[in-house]
């Protein structure tokens, strides 16, 4: 069988940029680096995973909407954390046809500041609360560092989810939601993942706190798939966004945000993906089954009357199957599903028509086993389930394999992946681990843990308050 | 019943403006002017008709894509005509952060520029023809005229069919397909309208010819819908797209493009409105069918329990309903779904259980009509029938009741809608009429029709070789 030039196992980023290309889900040869074109395929694959968001927005009550993409510069001022935070990374439009604009636009980094000005408007009494919207949307960052399709670009397509409550205790409920929201999600998209809390200094520009939702790739690398953020009343007073309370008195909003890129797609792609080609989650593969006839002259019609029997069986099952009657050979065939992630393969030849029965390889294993024709009904789907299970193992082993717990700079400087250290809660230490071990604070865990006060903090020596996680990430 | 402060008789283009924000379609306050805000439900039902044009996209093997926003300055100037169109209506990114970019880059105002460049690396041999694609995205134009919600804005919600063929000969048939998708779909939305042929100074931009979709709205002013472009080869040069033939000489690649907008959306607005609100065609709308439980005191668990069985009945036949079980009268519901424009009304009261029937009422006739709950599966299916082809009969009757075939410009300015008048063939004499009319050439319909050649041009008394529309538009 054909496989990638670069191995994933020798060089991991070498072979996820080239497995995009291969497996036609962008074209990166756009004159705009960083602005990359989607291509059907991944495009396709892109819209299932846009899909499964939906379905966990609209069962929460969530309405999507769709704000303009342009932001006039005075209205994204108003909050001066968040000015501060994007600044220098927005583009700027300054000119329609031959005359210059009055005031410059920004093209949307994210968009509250040109949804909450309308907020302020559609929210006038309690009554109007929760405000639950979200849009999913392209917005505009400029990357100065290294552009990675999906991971790193500069123009993201992005989710946001936008809410407004009448106190901080339901915005707190909010944040549960959305994590409730988040874990479901990674698990169809088979991504185990952790929450940090952020610390002070990395939170998003202008939240109260921010909570991140990361995943940990092969190259031992976290990736940030999105994050969720506490806002409290920091955008609704500049925005004034205020409510008549029942008791006549008014009141700004406490708000939330929570927000997933197309990373997703990158992290689907480099976390399953093998040397062979992408592996697909059955939620979100365009194909989740191929069905591949196996002709011998003077048997097609039998062959091929079986695998439309077979695929309109399992349709109607609301699998997504196609079968592959094109004039090439099925190891070309075969060739070309592997790259794509087709999650099962299915070979029908006369030899299978004759004894009821098919030949079903998945993806993931390759190893082949034979399914009577009775039984596709119960064994597809259950092929399926267990492929779904064996990528979030597989997936699950990475992460709990390289998250090291350890109280010393010295055994940190030895791991890779995330380390856990314990820290006094002062900035200047945590910085100073960063430096050492040339990476990033990813936060602090969720769940308290009070064993972590039996340690001293590495750096100054002082107790420890907390856990805090290290990692290189992109 | 509550009705619009303005009577769309009375004022159409006021009574258009009052329902497109009172039916939650759009908010018009975001500070940049054309630049609207989609409320839920006006992205929902746009969504819809999405929906409805993928589906036919795909039916015909056309493959969705994603292109980038931004076009760097000299991509865009490859195709002369292209840039001499569009220069003065788009708006123009100088810097990114804190620097000024090396070279300008321009929001799509459509993306010819933007796809021709990668079509061109796409494309080897003719194996790769015909290309089929398009995509759904926002676009960028720079309006001077004033704006109107769906209609004329500056930022478009915009589909756009953009194909790649071997021959003129096969790009050709790409229009008559584009023609049978535009009149399929338009059939679904209870939209009659006509094709054009633009004159040669009112064609796109960089095309060879250029056929419009226009409706009559009740303004008996036309709306463009959409357009359907034949290209020829007049991209492919500048751009360099290039097929080796079976011969293995290398040809220029002939073109096809078919756009339409937001408009559409405009048009369902207008054209099927009335003063209590909107009236929705049912493929499109979000709720087709509304049921509202009648209730009195010790009879709401049995209202209730039939209302809910009539929703699971009426889905499991795939119509999208909605029971309405909010602690509001009655008539508060019939008032907010007639101003959302829901099609089928269905109430059922304590007196309608017991007799094992529900009253039903049509958005467009308000004639309420009981229907037996053993009848349910026939005849709601059949009520959205009869409704859908009431709205196109009576859309139908706009149009034809306002085309008028006359061959003297003194009978054509007596009249309003559209007027068809003989042409000499002469540009000069279809702008005599445009400015005596004071409207626009909409163009020559598609259909040879010989009977023209009996007459003569009313301005210059040539002999006439065709019929030529004319109409005020929008």
Redesign the interface.
């Known amino acids: 069988m054909p496989e990638t030039k670069v191995k994933k196992d020798d060089d991991f980023n070498e072979w996820y940029n080239e497995i995009v290309e291969l497996a036609d889900l962008c074209?990166k040869?756009?004159?705009?680096k960083g602005?990359?074109?989607?291509?059907?395929y991944g495009?396709?694959l892109m819209?299932h995973v846009d899909n499964l968001i939906r379905e966990e927005m609209n069962r929460s009550d969530h309405?999507?909407?769709?704000?303009?993409?342009?932001i006039?510069e005075t209205?994204f001022q108003k909050e001066a954390d968040h000015i501060e935070g994007f600044?220098?990374?927005?583009?700027?439009?300054?000119?329609?046809?031959?005359s210059k604009l009055e005031e410059r636009?920004l093209?949307r980094p994210t968009s509250e500041t040109?949804m909450y000005?309308?907020f302020s408007?559609?929210i006038r009494s309690h009554a109007d609360l929760p405000l639950k919207?979200y849009q999913i949307v392209?917005t505009?960052r400029?990357e100065t560092k290294q552009t990675r399709a999906f991971i790193r670009v500069r123009?993201i397509?992005f989710f946001e989810a936008h809410t407004c409550h009448v106190d901080f205790e339901d915005a707190e409920r909010q944040v549960k939601e959305d994590k409730d929201i988040a874990t479901t999600l990674l698990k169809r998209l088979c991504l185990p993942f952790i929450f940090n809390k952020r610390p002070e200094w990395d939170k998003f520009a202008g939240a109260h706190y921010t909570i991140s939702i990361d995943v940990l790739m092969p190259s031992n690398r976290t990736l940030q798939l999105g994050s969720i953020h506490q806002y409290k009343d920091n955008f609704s007073k500049p925005y004034d966004i205020t409510y008549e309370a029942e008791d006549g008195s008014h009141k700004h909003c406490h708000q939330t945000t929570y927000g997933m890129s197309e990373r997703l797609l990158g992290a689907i792609v480099g976390i399953h993906g093998d040397n062979k080609g992408l592996v697909l989650p059955p939620a979100v593969a365009p194909q989740q089954v191929v069905i591949i006839p196996i002709i011998f002259k003077g048997k097609e019609e039998m062959v091929l009357q079986t695998c439309e029997t077979v695929a309109m069986i399992l349709k109607s099952h609301h699998l997504r199957v196609f079968v592959d009657k094109r004039d090439i050979t099925p190891g070309n065939k075969y060739y070309e599903w592997e790259l794509k992630g087709v999650p099962l393969r299915i070979e029908i030849g006369p030899r299978d028509v004759q004894n009821d029965q098919l030949v079903v390889v998945p993806r993931d294993t390759s190893e082949k086993f034979v399914v009577s024709l009775s039984d596709i009904e119960v064994q597809l789907p259950k092929a399926l389930d267990d492929l779904n299970e064996r990528l979030y193992e597989k997936a699950q082993n990475i992460i709990t394999g390289n998250m090291h717990y350890v109280t010393s700079i010295e055994e940190a400087k030895e791991l890779k992946g995330i380390v856990v250290l314990p820290w006094c809660g002062t900035d200047a230490c945590a910085l100073d681990v960063e430096n050492i071990l040339e990476g990033n604070t990813l936060g602090e865990p969720l769940e308290i843990d009070e064993t972590v006060k039996q340690h001293r903090c590495p750096v100054c020596g002082s107790s420890a308050i907390k856990w805090m996680r290290f990692a290189r990430s992109y």
């Not at 309405?63 to 342009?70: A, D, G, N, R, Y």
Request: aromatic share 20%; proline share 10%; glycine share 4%.
């Open positions: 074209d040869r756009y004159p705009i602005m990359n074109v989607w291509r059907p495009w396709k819209s309405q999507e909407v769709c704000f303009p993409l342009c006039p209205l600044g220098s990374e927005v583009y700027w439009i300054t000119h329609a046809g031959h636009w093209l040109a000005p309308i408007l559609w919207t392209n505009f400029y123009e397509h």
